[in-house]
Nanobody, 125 residues
Framework: QVQLVESGGGLVQAGGSLRLSCAAS????????MGWFRQAPGKEREFVAV????????YYTDSVKGRFTISRDNAKRTVYLQMNSLKPEDTAVYYC??????????????????WGQGTQVTVSS
């Protein structure tokens, strides 16, 4: 079992930065690939980024490449999402998620086993 708790959301002006954190419980944190998703009002949950368990390779959705960086600290059982050059269209509830390796497409929310409660990110223009 893994429990995930996000923090770090808030209100920021366009062009600003935020760093989201996701603290995980459970002894096997380092065995999971960790992802970030987001959901804006009236829209489906969208893949943002993932960091693999096996080799810490990262993948991003095209709209955040070059602006967002996902990282993990296995000793602290925490995954981070550094968000720079934020845009109003980044406004959403951001969710942290964990999945066992080799579960299929990283962009498919259905392949993730555990989810946090979400943290609101609002970017004003």
């Amino acid at each position: 079992q893994v429990q995930l708790v996000e923090s770090g959301g808030g209100l920021v002006q366009a062009g600003g930065s935020l760093r989201l954190s996701c603290a995980a419980s459970g002894r096997t944190f380092s065995s999971y690939s960790m992802g970030w998703f987001r959901q804006a009002p009236g829209k489906e949950r969208e893949f943002v980024a993932v960091i693999k368990w096996t080799d810490s390779i990262t993948y991003y959705t095209d709209s955040v490449k070059g602006r967002f960086t996902i990282s993990r600290d296995n000793a602290k059982r925490t995954v981070y999402l550094q968000m720079n050059s934020l845009k109003p269209e980044d406004t959403a509830v951001y969710y942290c998620a964990a999945r066992i390796p080799f579960s299929g497409s990283y962009g498919n929310a259905g392949t993730y086993n555990y989810w946090g409660q979400g943290t609101q990110v609002t970017v004003s223009s």
